[in-house]
Antibody, heavy 120, light 110 residues
Framework: QITLKESGPTLVKPTQTLTLTCTVS??????????VGWIRQPPGKALEWLAN???????RYSPSLKSRLTITRDTSKTQVVLTLTNVDPVDTGTYYC????????????WGQGTLVTVSS | QTVVTQEPSFSVSPGGTVTLTCGLS?????????PSWYQQTPGQPPRALIY???TRSSGVPERFSGSILGNKAALTITGAQADDESDYYC??????????FGGGTKLTVL
């Protein structure tokens, strides 16, 4: 049973850096074919893919946010961390951690999500 | 910039059949895009429905099916039920480790 749990601040001020942690259970982050990523959803709006980190440490980012995003992992803690710099109110939303089944390019496991509000 | 298109809304009668589509602003959707579909109800994370265009995820009822129809990916619900009333999202793999979601379709069952 794979579980993913997001944690981080619920409120961030504009221009600050947002740091979110995904703790993964039931899965090794080094297993070939496994990658973990982040997807967000502004209130009442569509899902948006942000970033993935792969079993070999490779990383991929949404082109529109690449300059502001960093994804890292701690394999010993089975945690994946996402940082988003210089946040703005438009970054408000629910941030989901997801497991991507690479062979099938499929987000098959989702965390419950964490709501982040950007406001002064 | 690539845009993935979905119908903003759709309605279906209970017991009816509905097909939602997922297209590209330029070009055709193919299995190279590994189309996948997700269902989301308010306050919940998305639930994986279909991957690789036509394969149901574990536990997904047979009334949900996926396909490539013409130049788009499609999700068909046959025999719609009240609890199918949800938002449905498709996502396409664009290569080089990049995914793009569609804007979602709000399905009403009435």
């Amino acid at each position: 049973q794979i579980t993913l749990k997001e944690s981080g601040p619920t409120l961030v001020k504009p221009t600050q850096t947002l740091t979110l942690t995904c703790t993964v259970s039931g899965l090794s982050l080094s297993t070939s074919g496994v990658d973990v990523g982040w997807i967000r959803q502004p209130p009442g709006k569509a899902l948006e893919w942000l970033a993935n980190i792969y079993w070999d440490g490779d990383k991929r980012y949404s082109p529109s946010l690449k300059s502001r995003l960093t994804i890292t992992r701690d394999t010993s803690k089975t945690q994946v961390v996402l940082t988003l710099t210089n946040v703005d109110p438009v970054d408000t939303g629910t941030y989901y951690c997801v497991r991507n089944w690479w062979e099938r390019r499929f987000f098959d496991s989702w965390g419950q999500g964490t709501l982040v509000t950007v406001s002064s | 910039q690539t845009v993935v298109t979905q119908e903003p809304s759709f309605s279906v009668s209970p017991g009816g059949t509905v097909t939602l589509t997922c297209g590209l602003s330029s070009g055709s959707v193919s299995t190279d895009n590994y189309p996948s579909w997700y269902q989301q109800t308010p306050g919940q994370p998305p639930r994986a429905l279909i991957y690789f265009a036509n394969t149901r995820s574990s536990g997904v009822p047979e009334r949900f099916s996926g396909s490539i129809l013409g130049n788009k990916a499609a999700l068909t619900i046959t025999g719609a039920q009240a609890d199918d009333e949800s938002d449905y999202y498709c996502v396409l793999y664009m290569g080089s480790g990049i995914w793009v979601f569609g804007g979602g379709t709000k399905l009403t069952v009435l």
